[in-house]
């Protein structure tokens, strides 16, 4: 089974930018998208960006498209999220996922995750200061 743990949270301040990792290990990583989602105090987990196993194909949510880039990199069991041009907004614990079905199963027309995912990391904390 696949372990996940992510790293690179810290305090930033807006208009900065920061790159979260999520380490794998385990066996047939590279057969497995990935995830990131995040969770803001006292809101609900929201998704954030999505790349497929292959790292070719990518989704995003629309608060963070154009801003964060998503990178999967099967030979280093590693999947980078670049989030630049940060807000206060994106406060949030940051969280890696994965699961051996194709991304495009895990949502609704809405970005909302419908899908039980088999993985989940612990998560790190991202503090965007304005």
């Known amino acids: 089974q696949v372990h996940l743990v992510e790293s690179g949270g810290g305090l930033v301040q807006a208009g900065e930018s920061l790159r979260l990792s999520c380490t794998a290990s385990?066996?047939?990583?590279?057969?497995?998208?990935v995830g990131w989602f995040r969770q803001a105090p006292g809101k609900e987990r929201d998704f954030v960006a999505a790349?497929?196993?292959?790292?070719?194909?990518?989704y995003y949510s629309d608060s963070v498209k154009g801003r964060f880039v998503v990178s999967k990199h099967n030979a280093e069991n590693m999947v980078y999220l670049q989030m630049n041009s940060l807000k206060p907004e994106d406060t949030a614990v940051y969280y890696c996922?994965?699961?051996?079905?194709?991304?495009?199963?895990?949502?609704?027309?809405?970005?909302?995750?419908?899908?039980?995912?088999?993985?989940w990391g612990q998560g790190t904390l991202v503090t965007v200061s304005s």
């Open positions: 996922a994965a699961d051996p079905s194709d991304y495009s199963s895990w949502f609704s027309r809405n970005k909302e995750l419908k899908k039980n995912l088999e993985v």
């Open positions: 385990g066996r047939a990583f590279s057969d497995y998208a």
């Open positions: 790349v497929s196993w292959s790292g070719g194909a990518t």
